[in-house]
Structures are given as structure tokens and as C-alpha cells.
């Protein structure tokens, strides 16, 4: 049986190990990623524990600290400034910044975030209060860009590096941005009216053009007509001259062809003298006043029955001619 008194002890061991080991607890620490933790030793600084597993001195050390390496952004009320042409605005800020040394951090300054806020409205004021109105809204960049250098400088003793500065807002005062919107009226109007007079001006120009090109374009139609027509005619006139000339060349060549069969043939004086009959016979058929009779005929007395058979065989006007060319002893090649 266990007496009183050992009891008392168990529960004074047990005791002891519970405190013991919440002790232990108690001061082992993790740090996370992207973290560090500052550690005192008696008030003075030990170290910084980076990402992993730390166990601490219990009632020696302590974590000061613990620091977020992370990028963080800061949005900063809006500030009231003054331009170079006396002109209030009001100016709000955002800050990108990264603390990139935790020990001066924690002891660089007693509160990083207010001294931030103070140093960037004093530096914004100075910056702006060299420029005019138009040129701080129209200056961003370049302001962004000296604030950055300008704060990234004065926050290095601290242990921060500010990689960004924005300038979120500009308020101009209401009355300059009735104005500002007036003169933007008044330029888009102008722009307006530019744009108007361009387009007539080049509305009427190709409309000039267009009046010109038909013009030009209605010439050279009406001067290749002409050519064509020209050329036509000329071409017209050359074939019939060229048919023309073929008729005559046929006809001279066909006449050339019968006189040369003639030829070949060998009339006698018979035959002859029955084709100039034939002729004389032609002849006085037409409306002619005056008959040439050959001479040879004349000397035909035998003939004479047949050329009285001949003129009986015509008309009245070619019997009223007959007598006439018949009379004897006519001179050759005699007109009547």
C-alpha cells in the first residue's frame, strides 16, 4: 500500500516534468518561410533565425521580433500640396516596399510604417512644390521616379529597400477642374472643327480630281474614236481600191485572155465581119446620135443582103438608122 507521503512525491515528479516539458514547449520555435525572427539575449540582441526549427533559452533569450520578408504595399491617405503656381492639391501614395534587414528593422526606428508615411508626404511636397500644376499632372513618372530614389536612400539605415512609389490620385481643386474640363471642351471643339475643314478640303480635292480624270479620260476616248474611225475609213477606202483595181486587173486580164483565144483561133474574114455586125447591131439598139461605120463594111458589096436581112430584123429606130449607114460610097469611119 502506498502511503501518503509517496503519493505526495509522484505527484510533485509529475509535476515537475508537466512544467518541464511546457518549458521545453514553450521555447522551441519554428520559423515559417519568408519570415525571421529577432532574438534577444538579456535585453541585448543574439541573432536572427531564419526558416526552420530554433530552440531558445527559457527565462535567457527571446524573440524580439518577427519580420515578414514579403513585399508589402502601403496606401497612404491623400496628402494636401501646393504647386510652384500656388495651386492646392490633394496627392495620395502607394508605396512598394521590402524589408531586407530585419535587425535594423527592429532597431533602426521605433515605428517604421509612421516614419514612411511622414517622410513620404515631406518629400512629396518638396517635389511638387518645384513644378506647376500642368506639369504635375502630366509628371508622373518622373515623380514616381524621384520619390523612389529620394525614399529608398533615407530607409536604408532602417533595413528597408522601397522598390515602387505610385502616385494613386490627384485632386486638383473644383474650380480648376471646371476649368480643366472647359479647356478640354474648348480643344476637342478645335480638333473637331480641324478635322471638318480637312474633310471638305479633302473632299473638294477629290472631287476635283475625279472632274479632272473624267475630263481627261472623256479626251482620250473621243481622240481614239476618231483615230479608230479614221483608220477605218482609210481601211474602207484601201479595200475598195485594192477590189477596185482587182476588178480592172481581172477584167483587162479576161479581155487579154479572149483576144488571146481569138488569136489562137484564127478567125477568117467572116467571122469577123459577123461580130462587127454584131456590134453595129449593138449600137444602133442605144440611144447614141452618132454611129460610126467601119470601112470594111463598105467594101462588102457581097454582104449587102445579109445586112439588109439583118435591119429588118431590129426595131423601128434601128430601121429608121439603117438606110442611113447603108448609103454607097460613104467615106470610112463617117458620122451621122
Given at each position: 500500500?502506498?502511503?501518503?507521503?509517496?503519493?505526495?512525491?509522484?505527484?510533485?515528479?509529475?509535476?515537475?516534468?508537466?512544467?518541464?516539458?511546457?518549458?521545453?514547449?514553450?521555447?522551441?520555435?519554428?520559423?515559417?518561410?519568408?519570415?525571421?525572427?529577432?532574438?534577444?539575449?538579456?535585453?541585448?540582441?543574439?541573432?536572427?533565425?531564419?526558416?526552420?526549427?530554433?530552440?531558445?533559452?527559457?527565462?535567457?533569450?527571446?524573440?524580439?521580433?518577427?519580420?515578414?520578408?514579403?513585399?508589402?504595399?502601403?496606401?497612404?491617405?491623400?496628402?494636401?500640396?501646393?504647386?510652384?503656381?500656388?495651386?492646392?492639391?490633394?496627392?495620395?501614395?502607394?508605396?512598394?516596399?521590402?524589408?531586407?534587414?530585419?535587425?535594423?528593422?527592429?532597431?533602426?526606428?521605433?515605428?517604421?510604417?509612421?516614419?514612411?508615411?511622414?517622410?513620404?508626404?515631406?518629400?512629396?511636397?518638396?517635389?511638387?512644390?518645384?513644378?506647376?500644376?500642368?506639369?504635375?499632372?502630366?509628371?508622373?513618372?518622373?515623380?514616381?521616379?524621384?520619390?523612389?530614389?529620394?525614399?529608398d536612400e533615407a530607409t536604408d539605415p532602417w533595413?528597408?529597400?522601397?522598390?515602387?512609389?505610385?502616385?494613386?490620385?490627384?485632386?486638383?481643386?473644383?474650380?480648376i477642374q471646371d476649368a480643366m474640363e472647359k479647356?478640354?471642351?474648348?480643344?476637342?471643339?478645335r480638333r473637331e472643327a480641324i478635322l471638318q475643314?480637312?474633310?471638305?478640303?479633302?473632299?473638294?480635292?477629290?472631287?476635283?480630281?475625279?472632274?479632272?480624270?473624267?475630263?481627261?479620260?472623256?479626251?482620250?476616248?473621243?481622240?481614239?474614236?476618231?483615230?479608230?474611225?479614221?483608220?477605218?475609213?482609210?481601211?474602207?477606202?484601201?479595200?475598195?481600191?485594192?477590189?477596185?483595181?482587182?476588178?480592172?486587173?481581172?477584167?483587162?486580164?479576161?479581155?487579154?485572155?479572149?483576144?488571146?483565144?481569138?488569136?489562137?483561133?484564127?478567125?477568117?474574114?467572116?467571122?469577123?465581119?459577123?461580130?462587127?455586125?454584131?456590134?453595129?447591131?449593138?449600137?444602133?439598139?442605144?440611144?447614141?446620135?452618132?454611129?460610126?461605120?467601119?470601112?470594111?463594111?463598105?467594101?462588102?458589096?457581097?454582104?449587102?443582103?445579109?445586112?439588109?436581112?439583118?435591119?429588118?430584123?431590129?426595131?423601128?429606130?434601128?430601121?429608121?438608122?439603117?438606110?442611113?449607114?447603108?448609103?454607097?460610097?460613104?467615106?470610112?469611119?463617117?458620122?451621122?
Amino acid at each position: 500500500m502506498i502511503s501518503f507521503g509517496s503519493a505526495a512525491q509522484i505527484v510533485i515528479i509529475v509535476a515537475v516534468i508537466v512544467i518541464v516539458l511546457l518549458i521545453l514547449a514553450s521555447n522551441i520555435r519554428v520559423v515559417q518561410q519568408s519570415k525571421a525572427a529577432v532574438v534577444e539575449r538579456l535585453g541585448a540582441f543574439r541573432a536572427v533565425w531564419g526558416v526552420g526549427l530554433h530552440l531558445k533559452i527559457p527565462f535567457v533569450e527571446r524573440v524580439a521580433k518577427t519580420v515578414s520578408l514579403k513585399e508589402q504595399v502601403v496606401d497612404f491617405a491623400p496628402q494636401p500640396v501646393i504647386t510652384k503656381d500656388n495651386v492646392t492639391m490633394q496627392i495620395d501614395t502607394v508605396i512598394y516596399f521590402q524589408i531586407t534587414d530585419p535587425k535594423l528593422f527592429t532597431y533602426g526606428v521605433e515605428n517604421p510604417m509612421s516614419a514612411i508615411e511622414n517622410l513620404t508626404a515631406t518629400t512629396l511636397r518638396n517635389i511638387i512644390g518645384d513644378l506647376e500644376l500642368d506639369q504635375s499632372l502630366t509628371s508622373r513618372d518622373h515623380i514616381n521616379t524621384k520619390m523612389r530614389a529620394i525614399l529608398d536612400e533615407a530607409t536604408d539605415p532602417w533595413g528597408i529597400k522601397v522598390n515602387r512609389v505610385e502616385l494613386k490620385n490627384i485632386i486638383p481643386p473644383r474650380e480648376i477642374q471646371d476649368a480643366m474640363e472647359k479647356q478640354m471642351k474648348a480643344e476637342r471643339e478645335r480638333r473637331e472643327a480641324i478635322l471638318q475643314a480637312e474633310g471638305t478640303k479633302q473632299s473638294q480635292i477629290l472631287v476635283a480630281e475625279g472632274e479632272k480624270q473624267s475630263a481627261i479620260l472623256k479626251a482620250d476616248a473621243a481622240r481614239q474614236s476618231a483615230v479608230l474611225q479614221a483608220q477605218g475609213a482609210k481601211e474602207a477606202r484601201i479595200m475598195a481600191a485594192e477590189a477596185e483595181a482587182e476588178a480592172i486587173l481581172k477584167v483587162q486580164q479576161a479581155t487579154a485572155d479572149a483576144i488571146r483565144l481569138i488569136n489562137d483561133a484564127d478567125p477568117g474574114d467572116g467571122v469577123l465581119t459577123i461580130k462587127a455586125l454584131e456590134a453595129f447591131q449593138h449600137a444602133a439598139d442605144g440611144k447614141a446620135t452618132k454611129i460610126i461605120v467601119p470601112s470594111e463594111i463598105q467594101g462588102l458589096a457581097g454582104l449587102c443582103a445579109s445586112a439588109k436581112a439583118v435591119f429588118d430584123t431590129v426595131e423601128p429606130k434601128s430601121k429608121s438608122s439603117a438606110p442611113a449607114a447603108s448609103k454607097p460610097n460613104a467615106p470610112a469611119n463617117q458620122s451621122f
